[in-house]
């Protein structure tokens, strides 16, 4: 079963709207999340990460995203989006798993925005 | 500071060849991960080296292999190709595996 789930596979929006890309995972036990971005051509890059404290994390470009722990989920969201925001978007989990760390990513949110 | 630099950038083989992919980390960085990107199933993890020794292994057969050198740089096997194999291939380095992780361009192979 997937461990770290992205329900939506692909999101048009037009330029302007509001963003909401769902992470789910299924691990109990201390987590660390992460939201990586690759754009069009372009290597994965971090966009943000959250280990502890606030629960709400603010990333590069107006990204954010809220650790909801009792839902399991780490759902990114931006405001307003632009046309330069079109990218695939990853979320990822790492967790001790026998003894070691381990980092799974979910299976991906192509978002297009259209000007 | 530089990237991680993978090499080469595209490879075409045949099936039943091997091949070798090269990933140098982020000067300091210890932790190299290696992960395999096709459209149908994402990124699914391969393995992780952090200071010569594999830390963790992914769900792949054992066609796939990788080592870390001394100096951190990671080499990924893969012998008897078959088509299925044909994906992009990324590293990721980390420091001591901690926080997030760097990643490289990519080494797209193409199994024929």
């Known amino acids: 079963a997937q461990s770290v789930s992205q329900h939506n596979h692909h999101v048009i929006l037009s330029e302007a709207a509001s963003l909401e890309l769902g992470c789910n995972y299924s691990?109990?036990?201390?987590?660390?999340l992460f939201w990586y971005v690759q754009y069009p051509g372009q290597h994965l890059q971090l966009l943000l990460k959250?280990?502890?404290?606030?629960?709400l994390v603010k990333g590069i470009k107006g990204f954010e995203a809220e650790f909801i722990k009792s839902k399991f989920s780490f759902n990114l969201r931006k405001p307003s989006v632009q046309w330069s925001d079109t990218a695939e978007y990853f979320c990822a989990v790492k967790r001790n798993s026998g003894g070691y760390q381990k980092v799974t990513f979910g299976t991906g949110t192509k978002l297009q925005v259209i000007p | 500071k530089a990237g991680v630099t993978q090499t080469p950038r595209y490879l075409i083989k045949t099936r039943g060849q091997q091949v070798t992919l090269s990933c140098s980390p982020i000067s300091g960085h210890r932790s190299v991960s290696w992960y395999q990107q096709t459209p149908g199933q994402g990124l699914q993890f391969l393995f992780e080296y952090f200071s010569e020794t594999q830390r963790n292994k992914g769900n792949f057969p054992g066609r796939f292999s990788g080592r870390q050198f001394s100096n951190s740089r990671s080499e990924m096997n893969v012998s008897t190709l078959e088509l299925g194999d044909s994906a992009l291939y990324l590293c990721?380095?980390?420091?001591?595996?901690?926080?997030?992780?760097?990643f490289g361009s990519g080494t797209r192979l193409t199994v024929v």
């Open positions: 959250y280990f502890s404290g606030d629960p």
């Open positions: 990721a380095s980390s420091f001591l595996g901690l926080h997030g992780y760097t």
């Open positions: 691990y109990g036990g201390t987590v660390n």
